[in-house]
C-alpha cells in the first residue's frame, strides 16, 4: 500500500505548490500520519493575525487540528511540536507560551523552539510542525 494524501476541510489546498498538508503512510503495525508545517493562512490564503506572532500561532495550531481530525487524529495524539519562529519574534515567549497553553492547557506535547531568518512567506512569523502520529 502507498500513502493517500488529503486536503482537510478548512485548510488551504497545498497540492499547487507541490505538497500535501496530510499524509496517510501505512505501516505494519498501523498508520502513521504525517502532517506538514501549519501556518496561519487560512482555507484562502488570508493571513490570520498579521503581525501578531501569538495569534498566529493559535491560528497554526487550529489548522494542525482541522488536518488530524481529517483523519481520525486529535492534537491530544502530538507527542512533540517544533516551532519555527521568525528571529524578529523570538522575545514574544509570554505570547508564544498564552498560545499553546490555551490549546494544549496542562498536558502539552514537547516542543522545540527554532529562531529561523524567515519563513515561506514574508507574512508568516511561525510555523508549527507536528512529530508523526500514529494510529492503530
Known sequence: MSRTVRVPAGVFD???YGFAQVAVVPTPFGKAIHVSGQVAWDADQNIVGAGDV?????????????????????????????LYIR?????????????????????PPC??????????????????????????
Open 54 to 82: 501569538g495569534r498566529q500561532l493559535e491560528k497554526s495550531l487550529e489548522n494542525l487540528d482541522r488536518a488530524l481530525r481529517s483523519v481520525g487524529a486529535t492534537l491530544d495524539q502530538v507527542g512533540a511540536l517544533r
Open 14 to 16: 497545498s497540492r499547487q
Open 87 to 107: 528571529q524578529s519574534h523570538m522575545r514574544e515567549g509570554k505570547a508564544i507560551s498564552r498560545a499553546l497553553t490555551s490549546v494544549f492547557g496542562d498536558n
Open 111 to 136: 516542543s522545540t523552539w527554532i529562531g529561523v531568518p524567515g519563513l515561506a512567506d514574508d507574512e508568516f512569523l511561525v510555523e508549527v510542525e507536528p512529530s508523526p502520529v500514529y494510529l492503530d
